[in-house]
């Protein structure tokens, strides 16, 4: 469970304003490079990127983006989580 404003920091949005209401959806893949295929496919069908995948504070890798309905998804690799 992240705070608003780290959320938010983390998404690298801002707190205030439409669209952010503290919560973003999370799909987690095994790879950095799969993270970067996530975040590249929905690119390519329209979806806003918001913050491009990058190593993160936490030790893992992790992009978000925007979809039609401005919902936040955060595409991320766990090297603590095993997805195989």
């Known amino acids: 469970m992240f705070p608003w ?14 669209g952010f209401r503290g919560v973003t959806l999370a799909h987690l893949e095994p790879t950095k490079e799969d993270v970067d295929r996530v975040i590249n496919e929905a690119r390519e069908l329209g979806a806003e990127v918001v913050k491009e995948a990058q190593d993160v504070s936490w030790g893992g890798y992790s992009g978000y983006f925007k979809d039609f309905d401005g919902h936040l998804w955060e595409v991320a690799m766990n090297p603590f989580t095993d997805l195989t």
């Open 5 to 18: 404003d780290e959320l938010a920091k983390d998404a690298q949005v801002e707190t205030g304003g439409s």
